[in-house]
């Protein structure tokens, strides 16, 4: 018989633990404020007007200055096009390139979203499963491609396994996606899908893209390394590499615009500016992943140990995964089934919450597997 969910007047939200959502309860970092308040008291004239569809290019040379410390490619703001979060950047990228038919690569464990973006622009969706361990598979990934293949979308770290491919990984696809332009005599674009690049754990160093490959974009946000999911502030970059970046930026600028998104909002244009090097502690979901994996694992869950971002990726330890999130309601616990993300027999918890409902979770997960 299916469960209703917990309704929190009817128990208390407080006896609601909600693993469901990746949205971030930590407060944007104190820079942030500092930069709202000053914008605030001292505001620039002007600073609420239109801009170039690209954005202001101030805004756009600071990410881009920022995007060369890190890669070592020679990025210009020319290369940047500000949007309104990542969804709007992949979508930009999409609507760009797409011709109907064409078809994109996706790696599950996917973010579920990326087949309507797809589909939105006409394009189909060709799914390829990572390994075990959710890490790249060359040669599977390598029978899928076609001559109507237009992109490949990699997002690492990765919603939801928590995996960071690592720069080996991302030189064996960059050389087959070499051989493969190659041979079908067609341009094959990696997007790099990059929201959580700043959320890396143990000390690890996120393993840039774009230097590997030329045809490349990065499609973010600063939802997940400002805590600003709500304000909808991203950018496309263009490899400075890619032979054809002039029209292609043309295109991403057209295409922001008409799609209906037009302009990344101003006063977080002004606002992120100056904080391109700025992000929250990793340590904070560093701490949340060690206390939930540890806990999991004690339960007998198997799971990978998430690299970054702040999901895990359990095995369901029943067959069907929808069923067990709907057993898990019994104890007032909600997550996401795997088959949502391309990989049935798993389900997501999200651990961007606060301590008392991991907590608080733990107790129903523990009842769950011991049936």
């Known amino acids: 018989m299916k469960r209703a969910s917990p309704s929190r007047p009817q128990i208390g939200a407080e006896n609601v633990f909600d ?28 600073m609420h007007r239109y801009m170039p569809n690209p954005g202001y290019m101030e805004t756009r040379q600071a990410v881009a200055d920022t995007l060369a410390e890190e890669t070592g490619l020679p990025f210009t703001g020319n290369e940047i096009i500000m949007t309104c979060g990542a969804a709007a950047a992949a979508n930009v990228v999409l609507k760009t390139i797409l011709n109907p038919g ?82 079908h005599g067609t341009e094959i674009f990696l997007i790099s899908d990059e929201p959580y690049k700043r959320i890396i754990f143990d000390g690890m160093t996120f393993p840039q893209l774009l230097p590997a490959y030329d045809n490349s974009v990065i499609v973010t946000s600063h939802a997940k390394d400002l805590a600003l999911p709500g ?49 929250i502690d990793p340590d904070y979901y560093q701490k949340k992943r060690d206390f939930m994996y540890t806990a999991l694992r004690k339960m007998g869950y198997d799971t990978v140990k998430p690299e970054g971002a702040f999901y895990l990726y359990p095995k369901a330890p029943t067959e069907d995964d929808v069923v067990f999130a709907r057993d898990l309601l019994q104890w007032n616990v909600l997550v996401v089934p795997g088959r949502g993300f391309g990989t049935p027999g798993y389900f997501r918890i999200s651990y961007c919450v606060e301590d008392w409902v991991l907590e608080g979770a733990v107790e129903g997960l523990a009842k769950a597997v011991a049936g």
């Open 231 to 279: 304000e909808r502030i991203g950018f496309v970059a263009i490899n400075p590499n890619h032979q054809d970046k002039e029209e292609l930026a043309g295109g991403f600028s057209f295409c922001n615009r008409t799609l209906g998104f037009v302009n990344a909002p101003a006063l977080m244009q002004h606002v992120v500016r100056g904080l391109q090097g700025v992000s």
């Open 19 to 46: 693993l469901s959502l990746g949205n971030p309860v930590i407060e944007p970092p104190a820079e942030f404020k500092n930069e709202l308040r000053r914008l605030a008291e001292q505001p620039m004239a002007g």
């Open 102 to 183: 064409d078809e994109v690569i996706i790696l599950a464990p996917y973010f579920f979203e990326y087949l309507y973006y797809i589909d939105n622009h006409d394009g189909v969706a060709v799914v390829v499963n990572t390994t075990d361990q959710f890490r790249l598979d060359i040669p599977a990934i390598e029978q899928a491609i076609t001559p109507r293949t237009r992109a490949i979308i990699v997002n690492s770290p990765n919603n939801p396994s928590g995996v960071v491919y690592s720069a080996e990984e991302i030189s064996g696809l960059a050389q087959l996606l070499d051989q493969k332009q190659s041979e």
